[in-house]
């Protein structure tokens, strides 16, 4: 009875163990599928070839989308900090890039004290 107890104890651990790590690995992993610098999708913007169905799967749903009186459509993206601007026409295929990357700001980054808030 005493082995049986012990054994399903190892057992239960090791299952813990093995989903904890599992988890860790999938963080690391979705980390690192996010982790593309602007200038890596902006490359991957090819004008006449890249559809709206590709720009959807790099950036999601647009922020905004604008039908033009020539039948083509602007979408604005945004993915972090980086912003895109693109022009398709009729059938979904770019035919322009406004605005590829991060916006440039005169303002001086922002530095936020985490103790700040505990100093009262």
Known sequence: MKKLTIATVLVAGTMTLTGCVGSIVQGVGAAVKFARTDTELCERLE???????????????????????TGEKMKKYSRGNVKVDLLFDKSGVLTEVKQCGVPETDEPPRVVNPLAFEQR
């Not at 790099?58 to 922020?63: E, T, V, Y």
């Open 47 to 69: 004008i006449g070839k890249t559809n709206e169905a590709e720009v959807r799967a790099m950036f999601g749903a647009p922020d905004t989308s604008v039908p033009l009186k």
